[in-house]
């Protein structure tokens, strides 16, 4: 049998989104050097808030996507209050903030497991969506993955074009030069973590009100993770991020699509692919020591104290 090209990569861009927002976030907190391990908690929180409010009050996507967002960013000040308020470590922070997404998640989540909502339908784009090829792969989507590409463009533009660009990247290279120039350290890395915990929180209500219109416990499934490599497979870079994103969006639609090759694989080893081709790029990355040491940002997990 032979497979759909169209199919897989249509479902690739949409596997994509989820990865999408949540890595931008996190490249944004971390270029101010803050890195936030819980990105896989704050996108369960989000997925539940948004699937509960959707479901008790029959709530739009897009109303899911902000309570969703609005969730994730709570949690994330939650992360900032400890970690830059307080300066304790922000690895062991952001780990318990998974730990307690995850917890708070599941115990929410119990009244809502049969739960299923209508999802929403794609919005295809007058003549865009009529080109052969790559008609139904980029222009016969929802809503939320043309969001997706909105947003990354926002970010790359600020990054690259923008004094505030500037601003986060000189708090993430020497904060102590950036509060001597007169800036509020603590207030922008405030203000990036939270913009972080917002893209996961978004991120995670996707999956749960649009991608899998149902509620499953633990749905997001490593993805938080993922989109932390991405950070580091992309260099701190959006463009390389939205590419890894694709790529790790491919590797996961491709488990769906595998059998129809007849091919008798053991579906574990296949849900294990997205993970297995994580640590093969990490690998490779770690390798290029050059290439890290011209991006990282120097202080990367480092506490400030003004």
């Not at 509960?52 to 029959?58: D, L, P, S």
């Not at 792969?137 to 990354?152: E, G, K, P, R």
């Not at 950070?231 to 129809?260: D, E």
């Not at 296949?270 to 390798?287: C, F």
């Amino acid at each position: 049998m032979v497979l759909d090209i169209t199919a897989i990569l249509a479902g690739t861009v949409a596997a994509a989104t989820p990865l999408i927002f949540a890595g931008l976030g996190e490249l944004v907190s971390e270029r101010t050097g803050v890195i936030n391990l819980g990105v896989e908690g704050m996108m369960l929180v989000g997925a539940i808030a948004g699937f509960a409010f959707a479901a008790q009050y029959e709530a739009s996507v897009a109303s899911a996507l902000l309570v969703g967002g609005l969730a994730g960013m709570i949690m994330a000040l939650m992360f900032a209050f400890f970690t830059l308020s307080l300066s304790t470590n922000q690895s062991a922070c952001g780990l318990a903030l998974t730990i307690f997404g995850i917890g708070i998640s599941a115990f929410i989540g119990q009244n809502y497991v049969s739960t299923a909502l209508p999802g929403l339908g794609s919005l295809d784009i007058p003549l865009l969506s009529e080109i052969p090829f790559v008609g139904p792969i980029l222009f016969q989507q929802n809503y939320v993955v043309y969001l997706s590409i909105l947003a990354f463009f926002i970010v790359w533009w600020v990054l690259a074009k923008t004094r505030l660009g500037l601003l986060l990247k000189a708090v993430g290279e020497s904060p102590e030069s950036a509060h001597a120039m007169g800036y509020n350290v603590l207030a922008i890395r405030y203000g990036a973590v939270m913009f972080g915990g917002l893209m996961a929180g978004i991120g995670g209500a996707f999956l749960s009100t649009v991608y899998t219109p149902m509620w499953i416990e633990n749905m997001v499934a490593g993805r938080g993770w993922i989109a932390i490599a991405l950070v580091v497979f992309a260099a701190w870079k959006p463009t390389r991020l939205m590419l890894g994103a694709y790529l790790f969006g491919g590797v996961t639609i491709l488990q769906f699509h595998a059998q129809a090759l007849g091919l008798k694989v053991p579906n574990e080893f296949l849900a294990a692919l997205p993970y297995v081709a994580t640590i093969i790029v990490l690998v490779i990355i770690s390798r290029d020591k050059k290439l890290l040491k011209m991006n990282l940002p120097a202080s990367l997990g480092k506490t400030f104290v003004p």
